[in-house]
């Protein structure tokens, strides 16, 4: 059964840049796409960008000028980084399997822990 | 981006209650809708994808039904676990997006 750990600094200030990975442990790695996705009182549940183990990115058009998705598939990890953080990017941070892989269209069925991030001065 | 319209927001119901929350997009998602649910402090649970299967771990008391712009998920006779967020989201078309949630609450 896979599950997935999640870290990084959860307090940032303004201009800063946000920095978190997550690690997938059990199950396979490959195949699957790996999405982020955060979550604030004022917008919701928001979908930031995904990756597959090959780098296959896709980003969220409302962030994509900030934002990027790397892996290392040999440690089965990805990494999310965005810039020019605003109060407007505290929210928790969630990583996730899915919602595609190789072979099923499945929703996102295993989630990392959260991490709150708060951006202030 | 697609606009997925939750509703109610909120719900207060009692326990063995049938409670129903609607979900619409903003266009035809065909059948790729999925459902979690939410405690709080807590990741989301995927609990129905692709509209109407449920996953392995969840009750049968859950279920999903809709296709195109329109999705109802229901909770046939509620237990005090049920009490949470849920919360709808396409995956038809990138970027995927959420609905704004619905909270059950205790009556």
């Known amino acids: 059964q896979a599950q997935i750990q999640q870290w990084g600094a959860g307090l940032l200030k303004p201009s800063e840049t946000l920095s978190l990975t997550c690690v997938v442990y059990?199950?396979?790695?490959?195949?699957?796409?790996w999405t982020w996705i955060r979550q604030s009182p004022g917008k919701g549940l928001e979908c930031i960008g995904e990756?597959?183990?090959?780098?296959?990115?896709r980003y969220s058009p409302s962030l994509k000028s900030r934002v990027t998705i790397s892996v290392d598939a040999s440690k089965n990890q990805f990494s999310l980084k965005m810039t020019s953080l605003t109060a407007a990017d505290t929210a928790v941070y969630f990583c996730?399997?899915?919602?595609?892989?190789?072979?099923?269209?499945?929703?996102?069925?295993?989630w990392g822990q959260g991490t709150t991030v708060t951006v202030s001065s | 981006d697609i606009q997925m319209t939750q509703s109610p927001s909120t719900l207060s119901a009692s326990v063995g209650d049938r409670v129903t929350i609607t979900c619409r997009a903003s266009?035809?998602?065909?059948?790729?809708l999925a459902w979690y649910q939410q405690k709080p402090g807590k990741a989301p649970k995927l609990l129905i994808y692709?509209?109407?299967t449920l996953e392995t771990w969840a009750p049968s008391r859950f279920s999903g039904s809709g296709s195109g712009t329109e999705f109802t998920f229901t909770i046939n006779s509620l237990q005090p676990d049920d009490f949470a967020s849920y919360y709808c989201?396409?995956?038809?078309?990138?970027?995927?997006?959420f609905g704004q949630g619905t909270k059950v609450e205790i009556k």
């Open positions: 989201q396409q995956y038809d078309t990138y970027p995927w997006t």
């Open positions: 996730a399997r899915g919602p595609n892989s190789d072979w099923y269209r499945d929703g996102m069925d295993v």
């Open positions: 990756i597959n183990h090959r780098g296959s990115t």
């Open positions: 692709k509209s109407s």
């Open positions: 266009q035809s998602i065909s059948s790729w």
């Open positions: 059990g199950g396979s790695f490959n195949g699957y796409y």
